[in-house]
């Protein structure tokens, strides 16, 4: 089955910066919104923030302002540049269409440290 491909995550000091990014074939990434989730250990996986196909954005209240999403659509791709980051924010990062529409993928283990 189709799965996304995160990549990016890893080690960062509270304040610090992470370009997280996905890689999603398959003709639904061109029709559809694209949103990022993450999954606290022992929580269910959550969505963070989405872009739409004419590249709108949203995002939940605990990282707006300091996560940004964005897409490539000629490349099948999608980006979270995350800024200001709090211990908080360590989670496994995925990325999906929304509503869910790809196999979960592997996710990218994000974790903020000091």
């Known amino acids: 089955q189709v799965q996304p491909v995160e990549s990016g995550g890893g080690l960062v000091q509270p304040g610090g910066s992470l370009r997280l990014s996905c890689a999603a074939s398959g003709s639904i990434f061109t029709s559809s919104v694209m949103a990022w989730y993450r999954q606290f250990r022992g929580s269910q996986r959550e969505m963070i923030a989405w872009?739409?196909?004419?590249?709108?954005?949203g995002y939940v209240p605990p990282v707006k302002g300091r996560f940004t999403i964005s897409r490539d659509n000629a490349k099948n791709s999608v980006h979270l540049q995350m800024t200001a980051m709090r211990p908080e924010d360590t989670a496994v990062y995925y990325c999906?269409?929304?509503?869910?529409?790809?196999?979960w993928g592997q996710g990218t283990q994000v974790t903020v440290s000091s």
């Open positions: 872009i739409n196909t004419r590249g709108t954005t």
């Open positions: 999906n269409t929304l509503p869910q529409g790809y196999t």
